[in-house]
């Protein structure tokens, strides 16, 4: 990716052109979508469209965990010394049982790396199915307020809000029920857009 239409820096009147670094899971990286249809895409022909002069870096692997992203994330900075890192992990993390003092240990450590290198810092947040228990689904949303608290990132609460809480949730996802459909990623765009675009300014 890293698309960015001819002359977007021109008629944004600005003098530097914000780089975004997007580091995900399968949620970002397109899973079961067609190529140029997920979220990061997406927003990158927004970007375009609203003549923000900016250049997105998707380097979302599916099944990533954020152990992961904490060992890329390095490299990733050290070549595209991003402006903007928006980091989309730790839903694997449940999925694997993996503890949340582990999860929520790699997510600060990612976003201090983040900032020391210069960048600002959106985390996308994400909750656990029912099923996973009400006392861990709390204190796994809870993990992202208390990592962008403590590290002064913004945060988006839960990306897939009005998605996997809405009242017909299964005609968003694909057959495995994890991963959302084409049609939902206009919806995600919508959740993180607010944020991101203060994280640009």
Not at 51 to 67: F, L, Y
Not at 95 to 124: F, Y
Not at 171 to 193: G, M, S, Y
């Amino acid at each position: 990716m890293g698309l960015n239409p001819a002359g977007a820096a021109t008629a944004a009147g600005t003098k530097s052109k914000a780089n975004v670094l997007v580091l995900g899971d399968s949620l970002s990286a397109e899973y079961g979508l067609k190529r140029g249809s997920g979220w990061v895409a997406l927003l990158e022909q927004k970007l375009g469209a609203e003549k923000i002069a900016a250049t997105v870096t998707n380097a979302s692997i599916s099944g990533d965990t954020t152990s992961g992203g904490r060992t890329r994330l390095p490299a990733l900075l050290a070549k595209h010394r991003p402006t903007l890192v928006v980091i989309e992990l730790g839903a694997n993390d449940a999925l694997r049982g993996l503890p949340i003092a582990l999860t929520q240990d790699n997510l600060t450590a990612m976003a201090l790396l983040a900032q020391k290198a210069g960048a600002k810092v959106l985390l996308l947040g994400m909750q656990m199915p029912p099923n996973y228990g009400r006392d861990y689904g709390l204190r796994f949303a809870d993990m992202y307020a208390g990592v962008a608290k403590t590290t002064r990132a913004a945060l988006v609460p839960f990306m897939l809000k009005g998605i996997a809480d809405a009242p017909d949730s299964l005609k968003w996802f694909q057959a495995d029920r994890i991963h959302p459909k084409e049609e939902a990623h206009p919806l995600i765009l919508a959740n993180v857009w607010p944020e991101l675009k203060k994280g640009l300014q």
